[in-house]
């Protein structure tokens, strides 16, 4: 009888302790997997190459942190990656528990897009139909976004070629988007929003203020958005490449607004270029006469 006490008594003990060494070994080895998984649907987006530097997994929080992604294309000629994201926060939304629905948020801290031109320019055998980047990305989170956070981002166009380079940019942006599977119910029927800030190339004002059914199978959606007191000098780069004209002085705002409703698009864009000057004192004669000619017409605009 003792002996069989004591058999027992040790397989009480040996029984947690093979589970807990076990969750430890799985817990450990957790992360690994999910890079390796994060890391092969990076390298299956056709025509780009794509990987992370570390996964971080917090069990407690239902999340796992994505480290340093990078992604550009595969026949890229520049150095300059189309994406990275500095750090990814995926994350169960806690507070739509409570409503019974099981989705995510997901916060990018200094992610940027640099769009170059050289580099994104279709090259025999590629398809750009099948080139869908974005659709991989969103196949990294295991469950539904309901909320997005976006802080120090950046978007970018830039082209190497022109001589100076073109570098047009929004940066500083700071977003968030909110419930976005219409978790929280409401009347209206744009349920979703969105708003954010930057700043432009030029120190211009960066605001986005919209509202969203993303939901529906065409989404609905009023969005507005203006950049305002921007340096016009700023765009010199890309107005002498394009049109031969440079900015002596002067401010440029730019306002517009998109809504879509039942498939139906309707919307508008303003640009307005404020005080500005566009003879330089080092211009020639023609490009004296040139500029004179551009700015009648900005006149009468």
Known sequence: MNQKRKRYKKKRYVVPILIISVLIIARLLLPYFVKKYVNKTLAEIPGYYGQVEDIDISLIRGAYVIENLYLNKISADSEVPFLTIAKSDISIEWE???????????????????????????????????????????????????????????????????????????????????????????????????????????????????????????????LSLSLENGNARALNDFTKHYAGIDFASGKFNIYTEVAIADSYLKGYIKPMLVDTKMIGKDDGFLGVLWEGFVGFFKFIL
Do not use: C
């Open 96 to 222: 739509s528990l409570f409503s019974g629905k099981i989705v995510s948020e997901i916060i990018l801290t200094t992610p940027k897009v640099i769009y170059v031109f050289e580099d994104q320019q279709k090259t025999e055998g590629e398809d750009p139909d099948v080139e869908d980047w974005s659709k991989a990305l969103t196949d990294l989170v295991p469950i539904e976004i309901n909320r997005l956070e976006v802080h120090n981002g950046t978007v970018a166009f830039v082209q190497l070629s022109a001589d100076p380079n073109i570098d047009l940019n929004v940066h500083n942006i700071e977003l968030e988007a909110k419930n976005l599977r219409n978790v929280v119910r409401s009347d209206k029927n744009l349920p979703s929003t969105i708003q954010a800030t930057a700043v432009s190339i030029g120190q211009g004002d960066v605001k986005l203020d919209g509202r969203m059914d993303l939901v529906k199978q065409v989404p609905d959606m009023d």
